[in-house]
Nanobody, 115 residues
Framework: QVQLVESGGGLVQPGGSLRLSCAAS????????MGWYRQARGKQRELVAR???????NYADSVKGRFTISRDGTKNTMYLQMNSLKPEDTAVYYC?????????WGQGTQVTVSS
């Protein structure tokens, strides 16, 4: 069974920064990519950023230039550095692991951007 545990969320003022972490454990193989998604209240879950096993990345237009996704393969850990945060970034952020023919999700971590 795969477990994904997110951490690093919290309350931050506009313009501030946060770093999210996602630790993966359990049995998985043939990783295709890992990603961060978010879901704001009343909205659908959306892709924020994704990183492939080869290190290629892609970002939602709304976060390009502000967020950076990275992965430490030795630790099966993924990160999301979020800078210049805006109130519209407020959401629950979820970690996603796409491996073999499976997809696993974390429980989510709340990010609130407010003054």
């Amino acid at each position: 069974q795969v477990q994904l545990v997110e951490s690093g969320g919290g309350l931050v003022q506009p313009g501030g920064s946060l770093r999210l972490s996602c630790a993966a454990s359990g049995t998985f193989f043939s990783i295709k990519y890992m990603g961060w998604y978010r879901q704001a209240r009343g909205k659908q879950r959306e892709l924020v950023a994704r990183i492939t096993i080869g290190g290629s990345t892609n970002y939602a237009d709304s976060v390009k230039g502000r967020f950076t996704i990275s992965r430490d393969g030795t630790k099966n850990t993924m990160y999301l550095q979020m800078n210049s945060l805006k109130p519209e970034d407020t959401a629950v952020y979820y970690c996603n692991l796409n491996w073999f023919i499976n997809e696993s999700w974390g429980q989510g971590t709340q990010v609130t951007v407010s003054s």
